[in-house]
């Protein structure tokens, strides 16, 4: 195992810079996940942390050591890519074996790593088997399983879940978190979806455009979002984000929208009467009924999922998502009304997006 170092990296094709002087601390054992939308940098800073993509500039270390010219062999990393990539003439033993005995391992020594990781992985069934005789599933932990045989310092995660069903990608899941708290190697998973983040990481990075917008556990991301791109990005349903200014001076300021509905502003909040905002409302923090900040308007979608119901409303004409109790006798086109508390209030400046 081996803890990972960040310095300054920078990448560039041209004159175009992508990946804009990263800087991050990844500890031995630890657990990352590099979250962000569709085009941020997310895959290409792991594979310049894997060898596979060239520095333009700044340093990675991992265990201490600088391996900017190192090839992926010689950093000692492991690799678990979005396709499976699985010989289809070989057997899942042989698939996971096969890198050792590359490297020039013994059989006992491939025997033994292979069984070892076919135990954990629960892939003893399967280990005659051809990959074309496995579900999505089975195909990922056969890809994690020859991961794992060679011990490596690292595990590089890149969306391994994306090809698997919803039902499939909660499972396999489980299976990561369960093999990383069995095995410890540090880890760094890259991924789009923020649920897999939430569930999965130690710490999160939220990155956007090439630069990192802010890092932290998944709480800390959750209750303290940095800014509005962070703020936006982490919890599903997202968080309702509104224009406002503020009104009140001392322990009593509040959030005027433009239907001239008042939300309730934590007083330890940093902000100026007449400051242009932007409020951000947690859609779970939203409750049915009148009491704390009363906000009101029409419904204009119902959408049960069992034990809760999101419903929309119209509030200062936009369309804003709560969640209620799954036999909230919800209506379309019923009047719609919730409260929230001056705590769960995020207040974020207007032009600059950054939490207040």
Do not use: W
């Amino acid at each position: 195992m081996a803890s990972v170092t960040l310095s300054n990296v920078k990448k560039s094709y041209g004159s175009l810079e992508i990946i804009h002087g990263v800087r991050l601390s990844i500890e031995d054992g630890e657990f990352i996940a590099l979250v962000g939308p569709s085009g941020c940098g997310k895959s290409t800073l792991l594979r310049m942390i894997a060898g596979l993509e060239e520095i333009t500039d700044g340093d990675v270390l991992i265990g201490g050591k600088v391996v900017n010219e190192l090839t992926p062999r010689e950093r000692n990393i492991a690799m678990v890519f979005q396709s499976y990539a699985l010989y289809p003439h070989m057997t899942v033993a042989e698939n996971m074996g096969f890198n050792l005995r590359l490297s020039g391992a013994t059989k006992q020594v491939i025997a033994e790593r292979v069984a070892e990781a076919a135990r954990m992985l629960d892939l003893v069934p399967l280990l005659d088997r051809k990959p074309a005789q496995l579900s999505g599933g089975q195909r990922q932990r056969v890809a994690m399983g020859r991961a794992v045989v060679r011990n490596p310092a690292v595990f590089l995660f890149d969306e391994p879940l994306s090809n698997l069903d919803a039902k499939l990608r909660v499972q396999m899941r489980s299976e990561i978190k369960t093999l990383h708290q069995k095995v410890g190697t540090t880890s760094i998973y890259v991924t789009h979806d923020q649920i897999e983040a939430m569930t999965l990481a130690d710490r999160i990075v939220v990155l956007n455009q090439g630069r990192v917008e802010q890092e932290g556990t998944p709480l800390e991301l959750y209750k303290t979002p940095a800014n509005l791109f962070v703020a936006a990005f982490i919890g599903s349903p997202a968080m309702n984000i509104l224009d406002g200014t503020v009104e009140g001076e001392g322990g009593e300021p509040a959030a005027r929208l433009g239907d001239g509905t008042a939300i309730r502003i934590a007083p330890d909040r940093k902000v100026k009467r007449g400051q242009a905002i932007k409020v951000g409302l947690r859609p779970e923090h939203l409750s049915p009924g009148t009491g704390g900040t009363a906000l009101a308007g029409q419904t204009l979608l119902v959408e049960p999922t069992g034990a809760q119901t999101h419903v929309v409303f119209d509030l200062a004409g936009q369309a804003v998502t709560a969640i209620v109790d799954g036999e909230y006798p919800a209506r379309y086109g019923a009047r719609f009304e919730a409260n929230i508390s001056a705590d769960q209030v995020h207040v974020f400046d207007r032009e600059s997006g950054i939490a207040l």
